[in-house]
């Protein structure tokens, strides 16, 4: 057996302009077409600086390196009616010529005029997001953890 992994899918929760959405890879390439300024870029830069590296500079986040968007405004833009907004990434890795799987993540809180709230997980037991529990069961289960942790 291949002891090589490759990203399988990727996935976005609440974030951006994504309610929920997945982009499938085949040989861990993965191929987006759309018109200039459709989010493409915008999309793909979110998972390499947030679930790789950690690193969330604005600069880092934006595809042309501009410093005008901030991580908070990919949960909650200017102008947004919402007090907060809980988001998910996720990356879930494929064990080559096998049905092994784990996922890398990161979630997110922001909330108005207040410090964003960050956590990364890790799913290493072979569930699947999305076929042994949901992305909507994640944030319901999520926002009841949060409200015992900040109380």
């Known amino acids: 057996m291949n002891s090589k992994w490759e990203i399988h899918r990727v996935g976005l929760i609440n974030f951006w302009y994504y309610d929920e959405e997945e982009f499938y890879f085949l040989q861990g390439r993965m191929l987006l077409r759309g018109a200039n300024g459709s989010g493409k870029s915008v ?20 595809p042309f390196g501009s ?9 909650l833009e200017e102008g947004d009616e919402r007090e907060e907004r809980i988001a998910y990434l996720y990356m879930e890795l494929k064990r080559i010529e096998s049905e092994m799987y784990t996922t890398i993540g ?15 997980f890790g799913i290493t037991d072979g569930r699947r997001i999305g076929k042994d529990f949901f992305p909507k069961m994640i944030c319901v289960q999520c926002q009841k953890q949060l409200k015992i942790w900040m109380d």
């Open 106 to 120: 990161i979630g997110m809180r922001a909330r108005k005029n207040k410090k964003m709230d960050i956590w990364y």
């Open 67 to 75: 410093r005008a968007r901030k991580i908070e405004n990919y949960l």
């Open 43 to 62: 999309t793909m830069q979110s998972f390499i600086p947030l679930l790789l590296d950690g690193n969330m500079r604005p600069e880092r986040l934006d």
